[in-house]
C-alpha cells in the first residue's frame, strides 16, 4: 500500500471513528434527557427547523403551550413554571440538535471521500447504508416521542429500548468499520475462530442486557429496589409474577424487569471475563490483542460496580448516564478486542 493510500484509509477511519465518539455523546445526552424527564418537552418534529430554539418570549410562551396540551404536564407537572420548562426544553433541543450535527459530520466528509476516490466502491454503499439507518434513527426517536403525547405520561419503553438498539447498533457498526479501515492488512484466521464465537457471544449478552436496561429506564424500574444483592430482602420478590400471562413479566413487571437485568449483567460480565481470560491464555495471539483483552476485563467490571452503585443511590443523573455511556464503552473494548484476533 503506497503511503497516500495509507494517509487516505487513516483520514477514512478517523472520520468513522469521530461519528462513533459522536454517537457515545448523543447516547450520554439520550441517558440526561431521560433522567431529567426532558424528552416529551418539544412535541412537534421539524427535521429542518426545529434546529433552532425559541428565540424570544413569544415563541418561548408558544412552545410552553403545546406542552401544556399533552398528559405529562396536565397530570405530572400542572403548574411548572415557563423557567422550568426551559430546562427541559434545553435537553431534549439539544439531544435533537446533536443528532442532526452527526448526520452532518457525517454526510459532508462522506461526499469529499467519495469524490477524492478514498472510499472504494464496495465500502460506500455500506456507508450510504449507515447514512440512511441514521436517518431512520431520526425517525425512531420521534416514533418514540408520539408515543407519550396523547394517552401516557411517558414514551413507550418498547420504543425506548428500540432508539437505544438502533443507536447501538449504528454505533458499533461506525467502530468496526473504522477499524477495518485504519488496519487494512488484518485478515481472517481460521485457528481463532473459536475466541471470535465467544466474542460475538458475548457481545449478543451485552446487546440483550442494554435492551433490558432499556425496559429498566422506561418502566423507572430503577427507582425500585435499591438494594444489592437482594431486591428488599428477596433474592425473587414474589411480586415477579403479578401479570399474566407469565412471560409478560420479564417485558412489563418492574421486578422481574429489574431481577432480569440484574442478573443479565452479571451472565454477561462472566462470558466477558471468560473470553479475556481465554485471550490472555493463548500464545499465538499478538501482544495488542492480550492487552485489548485486559482493557475489556476491566471495563466490565467497572460497568458491573457502576451500575450497582447506580441503583444502590436511586439512579441520579450523573450515574445513571455514566452507567449507560460505560455499557457503550464495553461494546467498543468489546468490539476492539475481537477486531485484534484478525491481526498477526
Given amino acids: ?16 471513528l469521530l461519528c462513533a465518539g ?43 403551550e403545546k406542552y401544556k396540551q399533552i398528559p405529562e404536564y396536565q397530570i405530572l407537572n400542572r403548574g411548572m413554571g415557563l423557567e422550568d420548562f426551559k430546562q427541559i426544553f434545553f435537553w431534549e433541543w439539544f439531544h435533537r ?28 454503499p455500506k ?55 485504519r488496519h487494512p492488512g488484518a485478515i481472517h484466521r481460521p485457528e481463532r475462530d473459536d475466541l471470535r464465537r465467544h466474542g460475538w457471544a ?23 429496589y435499591n438494594t444489592w444483592p437482594l431486591m428488599n430482602g428477596d433474592f425473587a420478590p414474589p411480586e415477579m409474577w403479578t401479570l399474566s400471562p407469565g412471560w409478560l413479566n420479564l417485558l412489563e413487571n418492574t421486578a422481574a424487569v429489574q431481577f432480569t437485568h440484574r442478573w443479565l449483567a452479571i451472565v454477561t460480565a462472566l462470558a466477558i471475563l471468560s473470553y479475556a481470560w481465554r485471550v490472555g491464555q493463548r500464545a499465538d495471539l499478538p501482544d495488542v490483542a492480550k492487552s485489548a483483552a485486559l482493557w475489556l476485563a476491566l471495563g466490565i467490571g467497572g460497568q458491573v460496580v457502576l451500575g450497582i452503585t447506580t ?18 464503552v ?6 476492539r478486542s475481537i477486531h485484534t484476533l484478525r491481526r498477526g
Fill in 1 to 16: 500500500m503506497s503511503a497516500a493510500s495509507a494517509s487516505g484509509h487513516r483520514a477514512v477511519a478517523n472520520w468513522l
Fill in 22 to 64: 459522536m454517537v457515545f455523546v448523543m447516547a450520554i445526552i439520550g441517558a440526561i434527557t431521560r433522567l431529567t424527564e426532558s424528552g416529551l418537552s418539544i412535541t412537534e418534529w421539524k427535521p429542518i427547523t426545529g434546529a433552532l430554539p425559541p428565540l424570544n418570549e413569544a415563541q418561548w410562551l408558544a412552545e410552553f
Fill in 97 to 124: 440538535l446533536w443528532g442532526r450535527l452527526i448526520g452532518v459530520v457525517f454526510a459532508l466528509p462522506l461526499a469529499w471521500f467519495a469524490v477524492k476516490g478514498q472510499v472504494t466502491r464496495a465500502m460506500l
Fill in 127 to 181: 456507508l450510504v447504508g449507515l447514512f440512511l439507518l441514521g436517518g431512520l434513527q431520526g425517525f425512531i426517536g420521534w416514533f418514540m416521542v408520539q408515543s407519550g403525547l396523547s394517552v401516557r405520561t411517558d414514551v413507550s419503553h418498547y420504543r425506548l429500548a428500540m432508539h437505544l438498539a438502533m443507536a447501538l447498533i449504528l454505533y458499533a457498526l461506525l467502530i468496526q468499520a473504522g477499524l477495518g479501515m
Fill in 202 to 224: 458475548a457481545m449478543a449478552l451485552v446487546s440483550v442486557t442494554v435492551v433490558w436496561g432499556a425496559f429498566v429506564a422506561g418502566l423507572d424500574a430503577g427507582f425500585a
Fill in 311 to 328: 441503583l444502590l443511590h436511586m439512579v441520579p443523573v450523573p450515574l445513571g448516564a455514566a452507567h449507560q455511556g460505560g455499557a457503550l
Fill in 330 to 335: 464495553v461494546i467498543a473494548l468489546l468490539i
